[in-house]
């Protein structure tokens, strides 16, 4: 299948400052990539939507200036955690899919976010 | 809200035994429908999609489709030890977007 790669896979910071996320599709274009964040023993919540070249769609209830969103170009979207807190600890996931079909998504490794 | 349903679990089962998982929602004009499996720590891997009534086989994998009951399952056979892990069920709400249930944790005893 497609690869989508995420870095960092492991990240603590101090509350307060911002952190930044990478999401690459490897060997292959995507105009749409996805963030979901999934907390312990939960499943995933899709975040946002990210659109190359575009502003993000937000789902309800995401604070979109605290989670900035950046998809530059075809194969990179950026998360920024700004001002981090406890409560913003989780595992973080970027996908992508390959073609206009429906829904075949292809995950990166997902970040798991720790905040002192 | 558009809602999936999954039973958390445990659903234990011996090593060679078919494991059933089972998975509902809410939305009738649904009409992509994805399985993925999740390690504990690791991100989601696609294990099959459906989108047409019935069933859908590949390998030891068999997924079916009701959408006048708006139920779907997947079928494991020849459950291995390695096939523990949590499955999850994913309904398509738009284009690529998906919304998922909880997962169901599976465990295959040796």
């Known amino acids: 299948g497609a690869v989508v790669s995420q870095h960092p896979s492991r990240v603590i910071c101090k509350s307060g400052t911002s952190v930044k996320i990478e999401c690459r599709s490897l060997d292959f274009q995507a105009t749409t990539m996805f963030w979901y964040r999934q907390f312990p023993k939960q499943s995933l919540m899709l975040m946002a939507t990210s659109n190359e070249g575009s502003k993000a769609t937000y789902e309800q209830g995401v604070e979109k200036d605290k989670f900035l969103i950046n998809h530059a170009s075809l194969t990179l979207s950026t998360l920024t955690v700004t001002s981090a807190h406890p409560e913003d600890s989780s595992f973080y996931i970027c996908?992508?899919?390959?073609?206009?079909?429906?829904?075949?998504?292809?995950f990166g490794e997902g970040s798991r976010l720790t905040v002192l | 809200q558009k809602e999936v349903e999954q039973n958390s679990g445990p659903l234990s089962v011996p090593e060679g035994a078919i494991a059933s998982l089972n998975c509902t929602y809410s939305?009738?004009?649904?009409?992509?429908f994805f399985w993925y499996r999740q390690y504990s720590g690791k991100s989601p891997e696609l294990i099959m999609s459906?989108?047409?009534?019935g069933d859908k086989e590949d390998g030891r994998f068999t997924a079916q489709l009701n959408k006048a009951s708006q139920y779907v399952s997947l079928l494991i056979r020849d459950s291995q030890p390695s096939d523990s892990a949590t499955y999850l069920c994913a309904v398509g709400i738009g284009f690529q977007k998906l919304v998922f249930g909880t997962g169901t944790r599976l465990l295959v005893s040796p």
């Open positions: 459906i989108y047409s009534n």
């Open positions: 939305d009738r004009g649904s009409q992509s």
């Open positions: 996908s992508a899919g390959t073609s206009g079909g429906p829904g075949e998504l292809f």
